[in-house]
């Protein structure tokens, strides 16, 4: 179902409502910091939004003028310059995502390199979201989560960019925090550079992604509705990255889709999708909450299962997410006994550090906006 686009004057009533309903979703997101505590919070919330969306369609109806209407093949399309309703279709998968590991040496200076890193960062309106996230091995019961980074603990970086240009302007800007990281405090591991195969090919060329391994998109959905552009927010989003080795390329092709078809039906989800270098796939895929990517793990277990049955094997698994979202994934994990596999006791854990930030606005359904918690 989509909203009609009316001219500018018309469509005050609908900016108004619209503007209501955004307010009040960016407060309760910074507010709800707890899953299980604000239930009544996210209660109220769907009524606003749904309340929002009834006034925009008593305006409409009051007020009777030509419209155009966005038609199925916008999905398909870049995004436009203004956020507009697009109702529950997913956009296409075309999120570029940098991720280089480090293993760290020193922590206290790579600490400091990062945060100035991240610093310097939040003056580029291009990319989509920026952080890092780090193993902790070194049991320390002075620090928040009883555990902290040591050397050999490893350091990822969570950037992802809306195109090959961002990627490039933002890889000159922090070039200094770059060298500084790689002068003693850590070393590089690898680099990975996942996106559609016309952006990826943009940046073969680029110094600072020689040796880079490149992983071009398969298939998947995206719920950002403005991949870049916008107001700073805390980068709350809980992912998970999973690689596999392919035996059956075409087999494992045809599950990957089926996967996303169920994905498409889950709110939380932010995106998702699947990429390919050589024999290896990916799986990169982030939720609101660390609650909805539990459910999604439910909700795909046949699937994953004959994956692994045959058309690819497991290679490794890391999870990104706060020190608050961590816990519930392990108690989740725990009570379903997940042992080994796709997101299990054997997923590597990375503590997402505070001061990650991101630029993108989630995508609206006709009954309000998609949660992110």
Request: proline fraction near 5%.
């Amino acid at each position: 179902v989509s909203v009609p686009v009316r001219a500018t004057r018309q469509s005050a009533p609908l900016s108004f409502c619209c503007a209501i309903a955004l307010v009040y979703d960016r407060w309760l997101w910074l507010v709800s910091a707890s899953e299980r505590k604000f239930v009544a919070l996210f209660t109220l919330h769907r009524l606003m939004c749904a309340l929002s969306v009834l006034c925009t369609l008593s305006m409409s109806l009051l007020r009777p003028t030509a419209t155009s209407h966005a038609s199925s093949s916008m999905m398909a399309t870049p995004r436009a310059a203004a956020t507009l309703m697009a109702g529950a279709a997913p956009y296409d998968y075309t999120l570029l995502t940098l991720q280089p590991t480090y293993t760290i040496h020193d922590w206290p200076a790579t600490q400091r390199i990062m945060d100035d890193y991240v610093a310097e960062t939040k003056a580029e309106r291009g990319l989509t979201f920026c952080g890092y996230s780090t193993t902790r091995s070194r049991r320390d019961s002075t620090v928040v989560g009883d555990f902290a980074e040591e050397p050999g603990d490893k350091l990822f970086c969570r950037d992802a960019f809306p195109d090959a240009d961002s990627l490039l302007a933002h890889l000159s800007n922090v070039e200094p925090q770059r060298s500084a990281l790689l002068q003693g405090p850590a070393s590089l591991d690898g680099i990975e550079l996942h996106g559609p195969a016309a952006e990826l090919r943009k940046c073969e060329d680029a110094p600072a992604l020689q040796g880079a391994r490149l992983f071009e998109v398969d298939c998947g959905l995206s719920r950002l509705e403005k991949e870049s552009g916008g107001m700073p927010l805390p980068l709350q989003l809980v992912s998970l990255h999973t690689s596999f080795s392919l035996a059956d390329a075409d087999a494992a092709r045809a599950i990957c889709k089926e996967i996303v078809a169920t994905t498409a039906g889950e709110e939380n989800c932010i995106y998702h999708g699947w990429t390919v270098c050589g024999d290896t796939l990916t799986c990169r895929e982030a939720y609101g909450s660390a609650v909805g990517l539990a459910r999604h793990c439910e909700g795909v277990a046949a699937s994953i299962e004959r994956l692994l049955d045959g058309p690819a094997t497991l290679r490794e698994g890391q999870l990104h997410a706060s020190l608050s979202q961590l816990p519930v994934l392990a108690e989740f994990v725990e009570e379903r006994r997940r042992e080994t596999g796709y997101c299990s006791r054997e997923t590597q854990r990375f503590f997402a550090a505070e001061g990650g930030f991101s630029r993108y606005e989630v995508q609206q359904s006709m009954f309000g906006f998609f949660l992110r918690r």
